[in-house]
């Protein structure tokens, strides 16, 4: 006996020692913060330098409607900037599993990664450059006799969603790749030498076949998005109202990190509602997405 | 477990050495965007031999980061005279400071008395001047004619002004309403009248502002390519761009321009104390303040500078200011607790539409 569970027990050690980093990194950095913002976000200013155990952050952000509205706005927004990148993404992630042969699929790939090689920043900062009224597009299209005077572009609903989807786009394409890739084509041809026609096979063949891909990809999405806080502030300009600000501003601007960590708990909780929800929706289970993902 | 024990003794080595030897040698500051210029710390080096190791904020970042690690992590800080005694009442993030260590003499008088007025906790004075200025209005005098905050509400200047979206705002309309705003510190039913009040005037204005601006460079930016032709701003800035384009102009507003003026303290958890008072002393220093000045486009509380100053500078100022500082307005320290009042107009006027 004791000659057999040896080797085991050293197995399990091995794999105990091999795990401790990454557990020790989850639970240092992500937990651990977590606990103590959990703590704060329970807890009211009742004095200079005192604080008292209460639900008083939570009560605000339900009995301020500014702030569940822009709550529910962000939802919104997120979920509409997922649904266009899926859009966006679907032929795109097409033409690179199917159409391109060899080398091409490849370099259409690193097409699509390579506004990832500067910051997103810049990325942020080079739309605003395009769509200012002295910028390249208003100036381009007053000159084209397109519009009577300079547009402004940047500051509108619309140019949120333009930076959004520009930026998560990649994180669409590949899990559509690699679902795309698995994909028989004889089943297509099969499909089509039966009469089907491409709207069908569409439906019938490859949205089946892509489902875990499709819900992986729009988890990241939906999440990257719902956390964005550059973009919606840069291009949104006076009238971004993204809840990621709302938590900054707690913090920082107002000295009030209960309320940020409260309005942080309640971000946390809408994602993890909305992925929940999507999941039940398409009938997947996030094991599976993950894989795929 | 030979590796092992070596890499220990490696690390416990490092952090000993880094946290040791440097101390004395060198001076880390948060301050604001071109307070320190490269040329001034250069100098600095060169005569005590501290480097000087800087940080950009403002004043919000300045106190959470300080508030985060109990006033560790810096040894000077330059936040604004009213926004002390919060901070240090709320969070106990700043030491006093120990006057006879400095050389007094080489401030201006008056702004020392500001910062005791509006400094002191306790009994204990915690900050000292640095630069002061005043907040009005830029214009375009070609393509638009404003004379006072609410003037940035004209209907023809529809998307064509910009304002901060912070309490400075707050203060320069509740005064153009004609109200005083800082009388009302003490009456907080009031002062959260007043600014309703205020919420309401900036939420009717909204369409005017083209943007809210978070940094002086998205403001230069927008006067100089015309997309915004009025809005308020610090006096350094629009001379500044007056000396691009002598079209565009500081304003002192007709409910009076809000001088502001930055300061020394010293954080709670500071390792070089010596070395900040040296700092301190060595920027007041006459030749030196003159220099900071010139680069800053503010004038220094160094009592020597003002003789060494720029013309230039000193007659864009009588043009701005032709009878002094006397019709200017000094914020008075902000008592805790104002601020949540503040933040929730300005909350909604960025919700309105």
Not at chain 1, 249 to 278: C, D, H, K, P, Y
Not at chain 2, 262 to 270: H, S
Request: charged content about 20%; aromatic content about 10%; overall charge positive.
């Amino acid at each position: 006996m004791t000659g057999a569970a040896a080797p085991r027990l050293q197995a399990r050690l091995m794999l105990g020692l091999m795990l401790a980093p990454p557990l020790l990194w989850l639970f240092a950095l992500i937990v651990l913060p977590h606990v103590d913002l959990a703590v704060l976000s329970f807890r009211e200013r009742l004095g200079p330098g005192e604080y008292g155990r209460s639900l008083e952050q939570y009560r605000t952000f339900f009995g301020e409607p500014l702030y569940w509205h822009v709550f529910v706005r962000t939802a919104v927004m997120s979920a509409i900037a997922t649904l266009l990148t899926l859009l966006m993404a679907f032929p795109v992630a097409w033409t690179i599993a199917k159409l391109a042969r060899g080398r091409l699929g490849a370099l259409l790939l690193v097409v699509c990664l390579l506004p990832f090689w500067v910051s997103e920043t810049v990325r942020t900062l080079g739309w605003m450059i395009l769509l200012r009224e002295s910028g390249v597009l208003p100036q381009l299209l007053y000159h084209l006799g397109l519009t009577a005077a300079p547009v402004e572009l940047l500051y509108h609903d619309a140019t949120i969603l333009v930076g959004l989807v520009y930026t998560s786009l990649l994180f669409m394409v590949v899990p559509l790749v690699n679902s795309f890739e698995s994909l028989d084509n004889s089943l297509i041809e099969a499909a089509y030498d039966l009469g089907a026609s491409g709207f069908a096979i569409l439906r019938e063949i490859v949205i089946p076949h892509a489902k875990p891909g499709i819900t992986a990809g729009c988890i990241v999405v939906f999440m990257l998005t719902l956390g964005n806080y550059l973009t919606p502030n840069l291009l949104g300009g006076k009238n971004s109202q993204w809840f990621t600000e709302q938590i900054y501003t707690q913090f920082i601007t107002r000295f009030n990190w209960e309320q940020g960590a409260a309005f942080g708990f309640l971000l946390l909780a809408l994602s993890t509602a909305m992925v929940w929800l999507g999941l039940k929706l398409s009938g997947q289970r996030f094991g599976d997405v993950m894989r795929r993902a | 477990m030979a590796l092992g024990r070596l890499l220990l003794w490696i690390v416990g080595l490092a952090l000993a050495g880094s946290a040791a030897a440097d101390d004395a040698k060198r001076l880390r500051i948060i301050t604001w965007a071109d307070y320190v210029p490269a040329e001034i710390v250069a100098q600095f080096k060169a005569e005590t031999g501290i480097q000087v190791e800087l940080t950009l904020s403002n004043n919000e970042e300045m106190i959470s980061k300080l508030r985060a690690t109990g006033g560790a992590g810096f040894d000077l800080a330059q936040p604004s005279q009213d926004r002390i005694v919060g901070a240090q009442q709320e969070f106990r993030i700043y030491k006093p400071i120990d006057v006879a260590k400095v050389n007094l003499a080489q401030f201006v008088p008056e702004l020392v008395e500001i910062a005791k007025k509006n400094a002191t906790v306790d009994g204990k004075l915690y900050a000292l001047p640095y630069v002061w200025g005043a907040e009005g209005l830029v214009v375009n005098s070609k393509k638009a004619k404003v004379a006072d905050y609410t003037d940035l509400c004209k209907p023809e200047l529809k998307g064509k002004t910009a304002v901060r979206l912070k309490r400075p705002t707050l203060m320069a309309f509740a005064l153009a309403s004609g109200k005083d705003p800082f009388a009302l510190y003490g009456n907080t039913k009031a002062y959260a009248a007043l600014m309703d009040d205020v919420g309401r005037t900036l939420i009717a204005c909204k369409a005017n502002f083209r943007f809210f601006y978070d940094n002086k460079d998205q403001l230069l930016n927008g006067v100089r390519s015309g997309e915004i032709v009025a809005a308020m701003m610090w006096d350094s800035g629009a001379w500044r761009l007056n000396r691009e384009n002598p079209d565009i102009r500081f304003v002192n507003p007709k409910s009076g321009a809000i001088a502001w003026m930055d300061t020394f303290v010293l954080p709670a958890r500071g390792k070089n104390d010596a070395g900040a008072y040296q700092w301190i002393n060595f920027t007041m220093r006459p030749d030196v303040a003159a220099k900071i000045a010139k680069a800053v486009g503010n004038f220094s509380a160094s009592k020597g500078a003002e003789q060494l100053m720029e013309p230039r500078l000193k007659e864009q100022f009588k043009e701005s200011f032709p009878d002094g500082f006397k019709t200017v307005k000094w914020y008075p320290a902000i008592p805790a607790g104002l601020e949540e009042i503040e933040g929730r107009v300005l909350d909604r006027v960025k919700a309105a539409n």
